[in-house]
C-alpha cells in the first residue's frame, strides 16, 4: 500500500467524526457537487501542516511564523506588508525610543467574555521575555499597565525591529494562563479553540465576540497529514485547502486551482567561517569550523558556481524564484549585493587565483595538500532539500569541488552544523533574523550564526540596523550589511552562506473558495496562508 493511502484512510476516519458533537462534516451539503466535498459557509477542511508540537502559546513562540488565529496582535501586516492596527488603535514611540505606548480598542473580549485589558498585554510581554521562548523579547526591560486600556513598553535600548514583536506575539489571557494553555488556547482573536487530537487535527470555530471583521466560516477543521496525504484529501474532495510540495504542484485537481504564493521561505548553504585547526568547540563540545570552507575563494566560486535559475525549473518546477540572501524579494533587500550566477569560468578563475589547483588529475582542486572537499548535511526527511543539496553538489563538482550529500535527522544534525555545510531554511518578515544569521553575538552553539561568522564591521552596521529609531530607518543599515560597495556579508563580501532559492508556497482551493490576496509569506511553519482568514469567502450556493 502505498504511504499516502494509510495517511489517507486515518484522513477519512477523522473526516467522519470531526465535529465535537461527532456532527457529519457533509451536513449542509446537499447541492454540492463532490469536487467541494465537504466545504459549505459552516465549515471547511485544510490541510496546510503547521501544528504546533508545543501547543498554541504565543508566549513560547506560537505565531512567529504566521497567524496566531486564537489571539489578537497589537498590529499586523497586510497583503502589501504594511504595517496595520490589530488589538491597537494607536501607538507612540517617546523621544529615546525606549518606550512604546499603546492604546488598545476597549471592545475587546477573550473567548469566555472577559474584555482584554492592558494588564493583559502587559502581562503576555513579560511573560514572553520571563519564558525566554522563540518569541526574542529580551530587550524588553518592563511593559506595564497605566491605564486599563493603556500600556507602556519600556525597552532597556532602543530596538527597530521591537515593532515585531507588536505584529507577532499573540495577546494571552492573565487569568487563565496556566500551564495547560499551550493544549487549551484562549484569546481574542477571530476563531476560538474547539479541540486538538495531537498529529491528527485541529478544530477551531468562529469567535462570536470578536471586534473585527467576522469570518464567513463558522468552523475550520486542520488536518494534520504528510503532504502527499493533504494532496490525495484535496482530491478527493475531502478538504478545501491542501499545502502541496511544489512537484506536486504540476498536477490537477478537478475543482480546485492551484494558488503560486510567493514568499521569503529560503534555502541556502551555510559555511562553517572558521577554520577546524583553530580547534574551537561549542559550549555542549561540538567542533567547530572547516578548513575547506575557511577559504573565501571557495565560499565564492560556490556562490558563482550555482545555476539558482535552473534549481527553481528542476527541483521547483517553476515554483519559486532565485535567493541571493535572506531577504530577497523583501523592501530591505540590497539589489546591488546579488550576482550573475551560473559562472563557473568566474568561479574557477576565482580558485585559480587563490591557488586552488587540480594537480593529481582527479578532477578535484587543492591548495597545500587540502582538497576542496566537505560534506553537504540535509534533514532526511525533506526530500526538496535532498534535490537542491544534490543539484548543488553536481554543479560545483565541475569547478573541482567535490562535496558529499548525507540526509541526516535534525538531531543528528545538531552537533555536526559548526564544522559541516548544512542546507538550512529560513525567512521571515522579522529583520531581526538577519541579526541573528549574522552577528557574531549570535554564534552561541546553535542554528543561528551556525558557522561562527564574525566581522566586526558587519557587526556595527547590525548594531546600527538594530538601534535605529524606525523600521523605516534602519533600512538603509540592513541593506548595507549585506553590501555597502565594499564589503557584505553577501557574496561579493564574505560570501558566508550560498543561498539558492526562495520557495513559492503551492496550495490547492476549492473553486469555491475566494481567499483574497495572500502575503509574500514567511518560512513555511504556522499558517501563514490564514493571515487574511477574515476575508474568505464561499462563492458556491
Not at 499597565?145 to 519600556?154: H, M
Not at 559548526?418 to 553575538?441: A, K
Not at 557587526?459 to 543599515?477: H, R
Amino acid at each position: 500500500m502505498p504511504r499516502w493511502s494509510l495517511g489517507f484512510l486515518l484522513l477519512a476516519q477523522l473526516l467522519a467524526a470531526c465535529g465535537p458533537s461527532g456532527s457529519s462534516p457533509q451536513a449542509n451539503q446537499s447541492n454540492q457537487s463532490t469536487s467541494t466535498g465537504s466545504g459549505s459557509k459552516e465549515q471547511i477542511v485544510l490541510a496546510i501542516g503547521g501544528e504546533a508540537d508545543e501547543g498554541y502559546d504565543p508566549t513560547l513562540g506560537w505565531g512567529r511564523y504566521g497567524s496566531p488565529l486564537f489571539q489578537s496582535t497589537l498590529l499586523r501586516r497586510d497583503e502589501n506588508l504594511q504595517i496595520v492596527n490589530d488589538l491597537a488603535e494607536s501607538y507612540s514611540v517617546s523621544a529615546d525610543k525606549k518606550v512604546w505606548t499603546v492604546k488598545i480598542r476597549e471592545d475587546a473580549k477573550f473567548t469566555d467574555g472577559k474584555p482584554v485589558t492592558a494588564e493583559d498585554v502587559a502581562y503576555t510581554f513579560n511573560q514572553a521575555a520571563k519564558s525566554a521562548g522563540l518569541t526574542d523579547v529580551t530587550v524588553l526591560d518592563q511593559a506595564v499597565a497605566t491605564g486599563n486600556y493603556e500600556v507602556e513598553l519600556r525597552l532597556k535600548k532602543p530596538q527597530s525591529t521591537f515593532v515585531n514583536r507588536l505584529i507577532t506575539l499573540g495577546i494571552v489571557p492573565k487569568h487563565a494562563h496556566d500551564k495547560n494553555y499551550a493544549r487549551k488556547p484562549m484569546g481574542s482573536g477571530p476563531y476560538k479553540f474547539v479541540q486538538w487530537d495531537e498529529g491528527q487535527q485541529l478544530i477551531v470555530e468562529a469567535n462570536p465576540d470578536y471586534y473585527g471583521e467576522k469570518p464567513q466560516f463558522k468552523r475550520l477543521v486542520f488536518l494534520f497529514t504528510e503532504e502527499d496525504a493533504a494532496f490525495a484529501a484535496a482530491k478527493a474532495g475531502q478538504a478545501q485547502v491542501a499545502a502541496v510540495p511544489q512537484s506536486l504542484a504540476i498536477q490537477k485537481i478537478d475543482g480546485m486551482k492551484l494558488y503560486d504564493v510567493k514568499s521569503v521561505d529560503n534555502r541556502g548553504l551555510m559555511f562553517p567561517y572558521i577554520p577546524a585547526k583553530d580547534g574551537k568547540k561549542t559550549p555542549k563540545g561540538n567542533p567547530v569550523g572547516n578548513d575547506v570552507t575557511a577559504d573565501l575563494a571557495i565560499r565564492q566560486a560556490v556562490n558563482f558556481a550555482i545555476d539558482r535559475k535552473a534549481l527553481v525549473d528542476g527541483v521547483l518546477e517553476g515554483y519559486g524564484s532565485p535567493a541571493y540572501g535572506p531577504v530577497t524579494g523583501l523592501a530591505w533587500e540590497e539589489p546591488q549585493a546579488n550576482i550573475q550566477d551560473a559562472q563557473p569560468e568566474q568561479a574557477k578563475k576565482i580558485l585559480a587565483d587563490a591557488g586552488w589547483k587540480d594537480t593529481n588529475g582527479d578532477g578535484v582542486v587543492e591548495k597545500n595538500g587540502l582538497k576542496a572537499e566537505f560534506t553537504i548535511l540535509y534533514p532526511a526527511s525533506d526530500s526538496t532539500r535532498q534535490a537542491l543539496a544534490l543539484s548543488a553538489a553536481e554543479m560545483i563538482k565541475a569547478i573541482g569541488i567535490q562535496a558529499n550529500v548525507e540526509g541526516k535527522s535534525w538531531d543528528e544534525i545538531e552537533p555536526l552544523a559548526h564544522s559541516n555545510v548544512i542546507l538550512f531554511g529560513w525567512g521571515s518578515h522579522d529583520q531581526t533574523e538577519m541579526y541573528n544569521l549574522y552577528h557574531s553575538s549570535s554564534a552561541k552553539g546553535e542554528f543561528n550564526n551556525a558557522g561562527y561568522y564574525a566581522n566586526p564591521a558587519i557587526d556595527t552596521t547590525l548594531d546600527l540596523a538594530m538601534g535605529a529609531p524606525t523600521e523605516a530607518e534602519a533600512i538603509a543599515f540592513w541593506k548595507a550589511a549585506q553590501w555597502d560597495g565594499q564589503k557584505g556579508y553577501t557574496t561579493k563580501g564574505d560570501a558566508t552562506w550560498a543561498w539558492l532559492v526562495n520557495l513559492d508556497h503551492t496550495y490547492f482551493v476549492s473553486n469555491c473558495l475566494d481567499i483574497g490576496k495572500p502575503q509574500i509569506e514567511p518560512h513555511g511553519h504556522g499558517w501563514p496562508i490564514t493571515t487574511n482568514i477574515n476575508q474568505w469567502k464561499w462563492t458556491c450556493n
